[in-house]
């Protein structure tokens, strides 16, 4: 998906993380497209699941690169599972990267915004924020959380000219996905006996997986200037899976 949007974004900074996956590299593109200087966070070199040293990184990082304008959590990792089947282990590992990783970022950047009376952070969720799945209970929990830090938060820091809003993508035509649709089937053959993506598609009511840069737009409008009156917003993208 090509875009000529121009969103009034040029000569700000941003950090976006997952910035070398589908969604995220998506992100970055389309800011950098926009006059974004884009600064990415992910693996190898920046590790958002050490949680121990995350902190002390970010404040290294803020001081060096300067305050940010606009923040976009999107770092993410996945579980299968139910309950029983995933370890209190595995349990933190999904939510140190999903939500505790988005709260320190959060916690790193809000002051330089706070002093300028300006910023915009950007969460990236799941529709699994806003309806169950199967053998998602982990990663569909941690999602959960992470919409609502954000609206919590967009209360918080309205009053200092700081909006904070979360997307809730559905199926998008990444590589995660295609991994989750061929363990699905992998796993649990009774429940999920189809690892075709056309399979999948039928369940949206488009008819298709989302383009990541679909994603992105969606994020950079957020970002804008034009929501300025919108804060505390948990956006579906999900070609309608949500409304049904």
Known sequence: MGTNLSFGLAGRRAIVTGHRGGIGGAIAAVLAEDGVEVIGLDLPDFDLSDTAALEQRLAALIAERGPVDILVNNAGVTVLGSVLETSLA?????????????????????????????????????????IGKQVSAAYGASKAAIAQLSRSAALDWAPHGIRVNCIAPGSTDTAMLATVIGDLAAKYPDRFPVSSADAYKGGVPLGRFADPREIATAVAFLCSEAASFITGVILPVDGGGTAQ
């Open 90 to 130: 595995e349990v933190e590992r999904v939510f140190r990267v999903n939500f505790l990783a988005a709260y320190a970022l959060m916690r790193a950047v809000l002051p330089g915004m706070a002093a300028k009376r300006r910023g915009a952070i950007v969460n990236i969720a799941s529709d699994q924020a806003l």
